[in-house]
C-alpha cells in the first residue's frame, strides 16, 4: 500500500495537475464568451449557433457527469481523468481546423465530454489523497483557488488576446493545460488499487435514463428564458424532466445494480451537502444574471461600468481562499457548511427587498453570496465525499456538480420567466418608460425574494439533515 501525503507539500505534482483540470472547466465558458461577436463574424454564425457554442458543452458536461463519475469509480478514476484529458487536448487543437460554425459546435462537445471525464475526478482524486480531513480541505480549497482566480481573469485575459491573436487561441490554450494536468496526474497520483473500486456492472439503463433527464432538464431553462413562459415548450422539456426524474428513481430503487444507490444519497453528509451546493449554485448563477441587467438596463452602466460594479463578488471570490481553512477550523466542517449556505441565503434576501435602493445593497448581496459560495464549495463537497464509501467517490463528485448545474439553470429560468411575465416590451430596447423601469424593478423584487424562498429551503432541509451527523476535530 502506498503512503498517502502528510501535507499539501509532499504532493505538489498532483495538487498542480488536479488545478490544471479545474482550471479548465472553471476557464473555459468565462473566456469564451468575450470572443462570441468575434466567432459570429467570422463564421457567419446564427444567433442560435453562437448560443449553443456555449450551450452544447453546458448540457453534454452536465448530463454525463453521473455516468463518468459511476464509470470512473469501477474502472478507475485516474485512467478515466487521463482519458479525458486526451480527449481534451485532440478537441483543442482540433479549433485550429474549424471553418464552419457547425464545426465548432462539435467540437465543443468533444470538450464537454472530456470535462465530464475529468472534472468529478479532480476533487475526488484530492479527497482520495488525503487521509486526514483537514488536509482535503485544504487541498480542495486551494483547487477551487485556482479555478476561481481563471474565471475571474477569463473575460479580461480573452479580451487581451483577442486584441494581438485569433480567436482559436482562446482554445487552443487548454492544449498545454491538458499535458500539465496529464504530467501531474501521471507523476503525483499511482493507479486505482482494484480493492478500492467499484466491482458491480454498470447500471447502462439507468445512465441513459439519467443522462436523459440532466440533458431535458438544462435544456428547459433556456426554453424559458428565450421562448418565454407563454410557449408550450418549456412547460413541455420541464414536464419531461420531471417525469424523467421519477423514472430515474423507479429504476435505482427497482435496479439490481443501480447507478446511484439512492440509500447512499440519504446520508445526513451527503443530502445536507448536497442541498446546500445545490441553493450556492441556484443563487450564484440568478444573481449573476439579475445583476449584470439591472446595471446595464437599468442604471444605465456601461458593459465596462458593469463589470466593475461585479469586482466585490470577484475579489471575495478570490482572495476568500486565504479565509477558508481558518473559519473551517474554528467551526468544525458541518457547522462552516450550514453557516456559509444561510450567507447565501441572506445575500439573495438583501438583493430580493433592497437592490433597488443603491449600488450598496447589491454590493452587499453580491459579497454575502460569495463568501457563502467560497466556503461551502469546499466544505460541502468534502462533506457529500466523507459520507460515502470509497468505491464510490467520483459519482459522489458529480453527483454534486450536477446539483449545482441543474439549479444553476432552474435559477436563471425563474428569474428570465419573472422578467418575461412582469415586464412588457423589449426589455434590451433603449429609452424606457416610466412604467417599465417600474415594471423592471418589481421584478427584480419577486425574482428575488423567490429564490430567496427556495434557496432558504434548501438551505433549511440542509440544517435538517446535518444535524444527524457527529461533528469532527480538525487539526
Do not use: C
Not at 454525463?64 to 480527449?87: C, E, P, Q, T, Y
Not at 464549495?377 to 459520507?387: I, S, T, Y
Not at 430567496?452 to 451527523?469: D, E, F, H, K
Request: glycine share 10%.
Amino acid at each position: 500500500m502506498v503512503a498517502q501525503p502528510s501535507s499539501l507539500r509532499e504532493a505538489w505534482p498532483a495538487l498542480a495537475g488536479l488545478s490544471a483540470v479545474f482550471l479548465f472547466e472553471m476557464l473555459d465558458n468565462s473566456i469564451l464568451n468575450v470572443a462570441l461577436p468575434t466567432i459570429g463574424r467570422e463564421l457567419h454564425a446564427s444567433t442560435t449557433a453562437l448560443q449553443w457554442v456555449t450551450g452544447a458543452y453546458a448540457v453534454v458536461f452536465g448530463g454525463l457527469m453521473l455516468a463518468f463519475g459511476a464509470l470512473a469509480d469501477r474502472a478507475g478514476r485516474r485512467k478515466i481523468m487521463l482519458i479525458g484529458l486526451v480527449l481534451l487536448a485532440v478537441a483543442s487543437l482540433a479549433t485550429a481546423f474549424v471553418t464552419t460554425a457547425e464545426q465548432l459546435i462539435a467540437v465543443r462537445v468533444a470538450m464537454g465530454v472530456a470535462a465530464a471525464m475529468t472534472t468529478p475526478g479532480s476533487m475526488a482524486l484530492a479527497f482520495r489523497l488525503f487521509a486526514e480531513d483537514g488536509l482535503r480541505v485544504r487541498a480542495i480549497n486551494l483547487i477551487s483557488t485556482v479555478g476561481l482566480v481563471g474565471l475571474a481573469i477569463g473575460p479580461t485575459a480573452g479580451g487581451l488576446v483577442l486584441a494581438v491573436a485569433p480567436w482559436q487561441v482562446l482554445l487552443l490554450a487548454n492544449v498545454p493545460i491538458a499535458v500539465l494536468a496529464i504530467i501531474g496526474v501521471r507523476v503525483g497520483i499511482v493507479a486505482d488499487d482494484p480493492a478500492g473500486l467499484h466491482r458491480d456492472p454498470v447500471d447502462v439503463a439507468g445512465a441513459a435514463l439519467g443522462t436523459v433527464t440532466i440533458v431535458v432538464a438544462l435544456v428547459a431553462p433556456t426554453l424559458f428564458v428565450e421562448a418565454g413562459a407563454g410557449s408550450w415548450r418549456p412547460w413541455a422539456a420541464t414536464a419531461a424532466a420531471v417525469a424523467g426524474a421519477v423514472l430515474f428513481v423507479v429504476r435505482e430503487r427497482s435496479a439490481r445494480h443501480p447507478l446511484l444507490d439512492l440509500k447512499l444519497v440519504a446520508h445526513p453528509l451527503v443530502s445536507s451537502g448536497l442541498a446546500f451546493k445545490a441553493a450556492a449554485g441556484l443563487a450564484t448563477a440568478s444573481l449573476g444574471y439579475l445583476v449584470t441587467l439591472q446595471l446595464q438596463l437599468d442604471r444605465g452602466w456601461s458593459p465596462a461600468l458593469a463589470a466593475v460594479g461585479l469586482l466585490p463578488q470577484v475579489i471575495v471570490l478570490v482572495a476568500g481562499g486565504a479565509f477558508v481553512n481558518p473559519f473551517v477550523r474554528r467551526a468544525g466542517l458541518e457547522r462552516a457548511a450550514w453557516i456559509s449556505a444561510v450567507s447565501v441565503v441572506a445575500g439573495l434576501a438583501v438583493y430580493g427587498l433592497l437592490s433597488n435602493y443603491g449600488y450598496v445593497f447589491v454590493a452587499i448581496a453580491l459579497v454575502l453570496v460569495a463568501a457563502g459560495l467560497r466556503v461551502v464549495g469546499v466544505v460541502a463537497g468534502v462533506n457529500v465525499l466523507r459520507g460515502l464509501p470509497e468505491n464510490r467517490t467520483t459519482i459522489g463528485v458529480a453527483l454534486t456538480d450536477t446539483a449545482t448545474e441543474v439549479t444553476s439553470g432552474a435559477g436563471l429560468a425563474i428569474a428570465g420567466t419573472t422578467l418575461a411575465v412582469l415586464f412588457t416590451g423589449d426589455i434590451a430596447a433603449g429609452g424606457w418608460s416610466v412604467q417599465q423601469t417600474a415594471e423592471f424593478r418589481a421584478a427584480v423584487t419577486v425574482a428575488g425574494l423567490t429564490l430567496t424562498v427556495v434557496a432558504a429551503a434548501l438551505v433549511g432541509w440542509g440544517i435538517v439533515r446535518s444535524r444527524r451527523v457527529e461533528t469532527p476535530s480538525l487539526v
